[in-house]
């Protein structure tokens, strides 16, 4: 059975005024693949500044997105292959 490893790295930055927390997060297949999305999260301007709950909005969003694109990716290679059988016989 052979085993891969994919590593997924979240980087989370707040804006100066700490209303915009922007996560980004980067899968590095180990065959040098590389998928990257990018989300946010808004703190509206009355409530209290907890910087872990924007944190885990953008980080989640981030990886939804990742999940989804990873998911499209797939759907695109099974047609890309469904077309290739068809077309060589």
Do not use: F, Y
Request: aromatic share 2%; hydrophobic share 35%; proline share 2%.
């Amino acid at each position: 059975m052979q085993t891969k490893q994919w590593n997924v790295e979240i980087s989370i930055t707040e804006d100066d005024s700490d209303t915009v927390t922007t996560a980004r997060a980067t899968l590095l297949a180990d065959d040098g693949t590389r998928h990257e999305s990018v989300a946010h999260a808004r703190r509206n301007p009355g409530d209290s500044a907890v910087p872990d709950i924007g944190d885990e909005l953008a980080a989640g969003r981030a990886l939804s997105d990742l999940s989804a694109r990873l998911l499209e990716d797939g759907a695109q290679d099974v047609v890309r292959l469904a077309n290739s059988v068809h077309t060589s016989r």
